[in-house]
């Protein structure tokens, strides 16, 4: 138990330090300052914890310091809404009780999570939640649990038993949502939101390694936002962007190993398992950052080949960068001319 114990201390000590170090790089990239709530030439940053991740929200323009503080206030706010640690949340009444009344935002993000869900064939479920408690996923806890345990489970994520009558959200039993893999990016689109209305016109969010842009820089430039390297401290490359969110998901980020397997937290709904997708991580390029954030989810589980048509499909919408477990990355063809690589690539047309 000491030893268990030490490892999730080390563990997370790891994730503080690999989250600062996604804040820190997005930062040197576009040239931002980096200290407590800092006012100056160069805008105003403040730093902050919550949902879970350090968080960065810089501003720039007259109306910069309000627009960071009405910022960071959303996301606190949002937070004591969504957390499922927190029993008086919206989602942990919904998950204890069955039945829940959901506010205006708490509300955009269910309908944000079906309308993915659907559109992705239920690669994204907001029901995944008892599948991640299984796996202990949700507590630090972790085993891997027998597959009689996993197929009951997955009797509790059919999306088809959640329930909406005007404000009022309804569960069946055994249900549990929960928004993580979605409430980062929708809170980096509100961001953009409030800046807009404060008068600001050139911003930049990094929410855990989530990273939302408002305009161009300053300068008028493009801001340059690094996407990481899944196996190492380095990059995939750089992509130049305004108006649009850069948002990641990949293994590498939560995870445990048990008898030489590593096991990471995207667990795929078909199986109920940590997805095994031949994927390592996946950048989405969006000027939606709720969606950039649920489809970051849906195409690691999807795999290289459904990802692809899924992006013909949808181009429109998105574009993104993939890297696969042999070292291959993929860029689709909107962004060709905004991703910057010192790897080689494949350009997906």
């Not at 503080?69 to 009444?93: C, F, P």
């Not at 959901?102 to 309908?111: G, K, P």
């Not at 493009?222 to 948002?247: Q, S």
């Not at 989810?297 to 080949?305: N, Q, R, V, Y």
């Amino acid at each position: 138990m000491a030893i268990l114990n030490k490892y999730m201390q080390l563990n997370g000590l790891k994730k503080y330090f690999r989250a600062l170090t996604v804040v820190l790089s997005a930062l040197i990239l576009t040239g931002c300052g980096f200290g407590n709530a800092a006012p100056g030439d160069d805008g105003f940053t403040k730093e902050i914890f919550a949902m879970d991740t350090y968080m960065s929200l810089t501003a720039y323009g007259d109306m910069a310091e309000e627009a960071v503080r009405k910022a960071a206030d959303k996301i606190n706010e949002l937070d004591r809404m969504l957390s499922t640690g927190n029993e008086k949340s919206e989602v942990s009444v919904l998950n204890s009780e069955g039945v829940s009344r959901f506010s205006e935002d708490v509300m955009n993000i269910l309908e944000k999570s079906l309308e993915i869900s659907h559109m992705t064939d239920g690669a994204f479920n907001p029901a995944i939640y008892p599948v991640m408690e299984l796996w202990g996923f949700t507590s630090g806890s972790y085993r891997v649990p027998s597959e009689e345990d996993i197929k009951s489970s997955l009797a509790n994520i059919n999306i088809d038993g959640i329930g909406v009558s005007g404000s009022e959200v309804t569960a069946a039993d055994g249900m549990k949502l929960d928004f993580g893999g979605i409430a980062k990016g929708y809170a980096s689109s509100a961001i953009m939101e409030i800046f807009s209305r404060c008068g600001v016109t050139s911003g930049i969010v990094s929410l855990g390694g989530n990273v939302q842009v408002l305009g161009t820089k300053p300068d008028g430039s493009l801001w340059r936002t690094a996407v990481r390297h899944p196996e190492n401290d380095g990059y995939i490359g750089v992509v130049n962007v305004k108006d649009k969110a850069v948002i990641t998901s990949g293994g590498y980020e939560r995870f445990f190993e048990k008898n030489g397997t590593r096991y990471h937290h995207i667990i795929d709904p078909s199986t109920g398992a940590p997805a095994r997708s031949g994927l390592l991580s996946v950048s989405i390029v969006s000027a939606d950052g709720a969606l950039a954030d649920g489809l970051s989810t849906a195409l690691f589980i999807m795999g290289e080949d459904r990802a692809v048509s899924f992006w013909r499909k949808h181009s429109g919408l998105f574009d993104f960068i993939i890297m696969t477990d042999d070292g291959r990355i993929l860029a689709t063809e909107g962004i060709e001319d905004a991703f910057e690589s010192e790897h080689d690539y494949e350009i997906v047309r």
